[in-house]
């Protein structure tokens, strides 16, 4: 029964179902009930997890149950990391090893980490594409002592890759030249799908100007989320392809780039739109000049109208009845009109304030005083809408 996994609960030693021989040594060690969960070893079984109540019997719930099985389970786990031990030492020693092995190559990736940092670190502090460029192709030339190295730039609409910035030890003189991406299908196709190449210098003399007797040649794209903007072209002057990490920092360099350069279009753009939105700005506050002296005379003249009206009702006696319709219409009249005359002067005093004519003179209110007030024009409306 345990091997097949199944759990047993003995409610009471006296009245459950068990063997004789059982039922006297759980009486002779005073158990009253007891609840045993199985500990297996795949379909072999290792033992029993065992808890007894001695007092009094008991009903053993359903989350005391899944608790022997958790531990259970646990004891299961240590078990076979104990077996697992044995095999993890012996392993130690293939390991220590393999560590030795690999510990060249860190030090090496810690070199070209180390080196990558400073690369982007100076590529994503600039804001000028040429610089940031021609910085990628100088560090680059000195940290992996290629012979040549270039980058180009893409227009993506016309089809065409232009050498923006070369370096080498021989004379160059490709710099500024631009190449026909659909002339070389075997190769600017898996540029745009942002995967770099690695080839002899045969197929690269009609591309850029890799010295004819180069032996490798490495180019990456510099691309993002938003598509490829141009690549990177490195040459090795020995008879060696570029390894992992080499093109792993390449990579990497001009994925740098590629962020660097769209930072440097977007802050372009960006300081255009400023330049348009202080013009637009300008535009607006000449607008709100115009508008609030503007405003101003009319609501002279509906104040002017207003004070008259107020006389001829006096004098009509209208509005000494304080309940009648004349009274209540000549108030919001009255509270409405002084109200626009605030938001003319309001915005007189905006425009002041962003002109910088006077000094901002911030002053303390009482809230609970002024907060009713800006509420009541709003009252009738309210409860009118429900």
């Keep these: ?51 007894h109540q001695c007092s009094t019997s008991r009903s053993w719930e359903d989350f005391e149950v899944d608790l022997l099985k958790h531990l259970a389970t646990q004891v299961e786990i240590a078990i076979q990391q104990s077996s697992l031990f044995g095999q ?17 190559q860190l030090q090496q990736a810690l070199a070209l980490e180390a080196a990558l940092k400073r690369i982007t670190d100076k590529v994503r502090d600039s804001l000028d594409e040429s610089q940031i ?33 070369e370096q080498g030890h021989l ?4 710099q500024n030249r631009v190449v026909q991406m659909v002339d070389f299908p075997d190769i600017y196709p898996q540029l745009l799908q942002g995967q770099y190449l690695q080839f002899c210098q045969g197929t690269s003399d009609a591309i850029s100007s890799v010295p004819q007797n180069r032996a490798a040649i490495l180019t990456c794209p510099m691309f993002d989320d938003q ?24 990579q990497q360099v001009a994925n740098q780039c590629a962020i660097a ?62 309940s009648s319709p004349a ?11 002084q109200r626009e005359i605030g938001l003319v ?16 003179m911030p002053t303390t209110i009482d809230f609970q005083l002024w907060l009713p007030t800006m509420i009541e024009p709003f009252t009738e409306r309210a409860l009118n809408q429900n």
């Design 88 to 104: 993890v030492q012996q392993n130690n020693r293939v390991l220590e090893q393999q560590v030795q092995e690999r510990t060249v």
């Design 261 to 322: 350069l769209r930072q440097a279009r977007l802050y372009q753009a960006a300081q255009a739109q400023v330049e348009e939105l202080e013009k637009l700005n300008r535009l607006k506050d000449d607008f709100l000049s115009t508008v609030s002296h503007e405003l101003r005379t009319p609501m002279s003249s509906i104040k002017m109208a207003t004070h008259m009206l107020e006389i001829v009702l006096k004098q009509a006696g209208l509005l000494d009845i304080e």
């Design 171 to 174: 004379p160059i003189t490709g």
């Design 1 to 51: 029964m345990y091997q097949q996994g199944r759990i047993r609960r003995v409610v009471d030693v006296e009245t459950d179902e068990m063997s004789p021989c059982l039922a006297v040594t759980l009486r002779q060690i005073g158990v009253k009930s007891k609840l045993v969960v199985p500990i297996l070893q795949g379909e072999e079984l290792w033992g029993l997890l065992i808890a």
């Design 133 to 165: 460029l021609h910085t990628a192709v100088e560090e680059l030339i000195q940290l992996l002592q290629v012979d040549y190295c270039d980058t180009a730039l893409y227009n993506l609409e016309r089809g065409t890759s232009t050498i923006w910035y």
């Design 227 to 250: 598509g490829v903007i141009g690549d990177l072209w490195l040459s090795h002057g020995e008879s060696r392809s570029f390894n992992e990490l080499e093109i792993r920092l390449v």
């Design 327 to 337: 009274v209540r219409y000549f108030k919001i009249l009255q509270d409405e009109c």
């Design 345 to 360: 002067n309001d915005l007189l005093d905006l425009a002041r304030l962003d002109a910088e004519t006077e000094p901002l």
